[in-house]
Nanobody, 122 residues
């Protein structure tokens, strides 16, 4: 599966952005989908994960209550709605697909999209 993330940009603290990940190739419902992010000088970290049919989701503590992950398997898209953004949310955001069991580890994800930059100004 090929993944393309878009929707990043520059926003002021407290603002919102919606990231989207478009998938092509194999049926999206075959994959656990996740968003990761990587800030300069830091390791890539998990932001949110969603199950194959969207019934379950997991969020990092740092984004819980502010971000929402969703998916539309018919449209082959996975979105990340980001509200109440903070400067510490500044990072390159990546969508990823995992054909295996539920996972929060980046090393298990098989496919990655190009990142999209999110910059939150204070």
């Amino acid at each position: 599966v090929q993944l393309q993330a878009y929707g990043g940009g520059l926003v002021q603290a407290g603002g919102s952005l919606r990231l989207s990940c478009a998938a092509s190739g194999r049926t999206l419902s075959s994959y656990i989908m996740a968003w990761f992010r990587q800030a300069p000088g830091k390791e890539r970290e998990l932001v949110a994960v969603i199950s194959r049919i969207g019934g379950s989701a997991f969020y990092a503590d740092s984004v819980k209550g502010r971000f929402t992950i969703s998916r539309d398997n018919a449209k082959s898209t996975v979105d990340l709605q980001m509200n109440s953004l903070k400067p510490e949310d500044t990072a390159v955001y990546y969508c990823a697909a995992d054909s295996g069991p539920w996972s929060r580890q980046a090393t298990t994800y098989d496919y990655w999209g190009d990142g999209t930059q999110v910059t939150v100004s204070s």
